[in-house]
């Protein structure tokens, strides 16, 4: 069965304190990696996609990378506005349904000042 | 570009009544997708239209939901007879490529008394 796994469910840092979130998936095949941001009471937004294995992308302090069993959302030097709900989301190849996204269950990330 | 469009923000109902919400994609984006998300859980894909025509629904959708999307523009969602099972944020989003990078909406909120 495809899934998403995310770690931790909740992280605590201070302001300029970096760190990593997980997200483990399993997919007999894999069309796309997603990271969203979800700020409380909105829907997500998007904010990288990542296709094969070794591939990064970088946007701020937020850095994302592949691996083909799991991926990493690095945010170096966080700032209190970088608080949120990241979620990790995967879009199987195969399988009935190829349009949808299959999501964790996110990282609740709160950066004290 | 206005984003997505979702009305009502809130909806309250009794169980056994019928409930409808609207979702207004971004004008140029031909693909909508809706999804249910729960707190403390990621979104769960529901069914998802390219154009008029609906390609994909999920299992979660039982025969109390259906979604329909006239004219490949707007479209609504119905629960009918809710059960508070039903209480959940429903998610519209929309994107003009086939890569997963959804546009979100803020969200309809349904509470099932």
């Known amino acids: 069965e495809d899934q998403v796994t995310q770690s931790p469910e909740a992280l605590r840092l201070q302001e300029g304190e970096s760190s990593s979130l997980n997200c483990s998936y399993t997919?007999?095949?894999?069309?796309?990696l997603f990271w969203y941001r979800q700020d409380p009471g909105k829907g997500p937004e998007f904010l990288f996609t990542l296709y094969s294995a070794g591939e990064e992308k970088e946007k701020e302090r937020l850095k994302a990378t592949l691996t083909k069993k799991e991926s990493f959302l690095h945010i170096t030097a966080p700032k209190p506005e970088d608080s949120a709900t990241y979620l990790c989301a995967i879009r199987p190849l195969f399988g009935g349904a190829t349009n949808k996204l299959i999501f964790g269950t996110g990282t609740l990330l709160a950066v004290q000042p | 570009d206005t984003g997505v469009s979702q009305d009502p923000r809130h909806k309250i109902t009794k169980r056994g009544q019928n409930v409808t919400f609207r979702c207004d994609p971004i004008s140029e984006h031909n693909r909508l997708y809706w999804y249910r998300q729960t707190l403390g859980q990621g979104p769960e894909f529901l069914t998802y239209f390219q154009n008029e025509a609906q390609l994909e629904k999920s299992r979660l959708l039982s025969d109390r939901f259906s979604a329909e999307r006239p004219k490949g523009s707007f479209s609504t969602l119905e629960i009918q007879r809710t059960e508070q099972g039903d209480s959940a944020m429903y998610l519209c989003?929309?994107?003009?490529?086939?890569?997963?990078?959804?546009?979100f909406g803020e969200g309809s909120r349904l509470t099932v008394l």
């Open positions: 989003a929309s994107s003009v490529l086939e890569t997963g990078e959804l546009f």
């Open positions: 997919v007999s095949g894999l069309r796309g």
